[in-house]
């Protein structure tokens, strides 16, 4: 069953750090990486932290960084975000809205790296 | 009675010698005339050989390699950007580069996009080339968006804004 998304709540962004990469040489990430594809119809993939841990997140620590942003701040830029648990990620939620390059570069440029280290 | 009159202009490059007339639409050919005298002048423009920084020519090989990227480079379905895509990046690199904008940061997209970035302090400019052959300009400064375009419209803006 779907749960509210509080403002509070930290969404955290996997992002790939293969080369080439959406994360620039300072650690900042680029706008693709809030960059819906074409498959993403429904939103794009985000964790709710609360409803998670970093490591199980991010997956991969070799293959992956993971970046965080605050629900409030998705829903102050004109976006939405809820929460759409699959059957192997009960954390799984959805930023939904027009994604424009424009809206990808302020999420982006919102988005604080999570260190695992 | 013809007067002919060449003179030389030493340009800062923008390449190609259309793109220069169109700059200086006051030069070029220039006639004028009194009741038996016509006056000629030739405008000649000399473009000096452009060399390309060493950045430029570095995020430019880093462009053209973006173009063997395979489908699903990202794990997660990426596009690689067309041979089309790529080109106009690269082209624009040198545009930049030719007027000392310094690139700070490229790469593809998941849909066949291509970034070119600049920077200055908290500002930031942010080219793409979409799939479809189009373009986005988005000025920033911090995190509120100054302004969004096309190249065509927004150019000198960028020049400006980076450049300031």
Redesign the interface.
């Known amino acids: 069953m779907p749960e509210p998304i509080n403002d509070t709540d930290e969404l955290l962004r996997r992002v ?1 750090f ?1 080369d ?3 994360i ?2 300072d650690q900042t990430v ?3 990486a809030f ?5 993403d119809k429904n939103g794009l993939s985000v964790d709710v932290a609360r409803l998670t841990t970093y490591e199980k997140s991010i997956l991969d620590k070799s ?1 992956f960084r993971l970046y965080a942003i605050r629900a409030d701040q998705v829903r102050q830029i004109g976006l939405n975000c809820k929460h759409d648990p699959l059957e192997d990620n009960y954390a799984h939620a959805l930023i939904v809205g027009k994604i424009t ?2 809206l990808a ?2 999420l982006a ?2 988005a604080v790296r999570v260190s695992l280290d | 009675m013809i007067v002919s009159n060449s003179n030389t202009v030493g340009c800062q490059p923008e390449l190609g010698s259309s793109i220069l007339a169109d700059d200086f639409p006051h030069f070029g050919k220039r006639k004028s005339s009194s009741a038996n005298t016509s006056i000629e002048s030739l405008i000649i423009f000399h473009v000096p050989p452009f060399d390309l920084s060493t950045s430029a020519a570095q995020f430019i090989s ?1 462009i053209k ?2 173009e063997h ?1 395979k489908p699903n ?7 690689p950007p067309s041979g089309d895509t790529v080109e106009k990046a690269v082209a624009f690199v040198r545009r930049a580069d030719s007027n000392l904008l310094p690139v ?2 490229v ?5 066949g ?1 291509i ?1 070119v ?1 600049f920077r200055n302090g908290n500002r930031e400019a ?1 080219v ?1 080339f979409n799939p479809d052959g189009s373009d ?1 300009v ?1 000025l ?1 400064e ?2 509120e ?1 100054v302004s ?1 375009g096309t190249l065509d419209e927004d150019y000198q803006n960028l020049l400006s804004f980076i450049n300031a």
């Open positions: 790939i293969a080439p990469r959406y620039r040489e680029s706008s693709f960059t819906p594809r074409k498959a293959k390059h424009s570069k302020r440029n919102l | 880093k390699s973006f990227l480079w990202d794990s997660y379905g990426a596009i700070y940061f790469a593809p997209g998941p849909n996009e970034v970035e942010s793409y986005d988005i920033s911090g995190n968006v969004e």
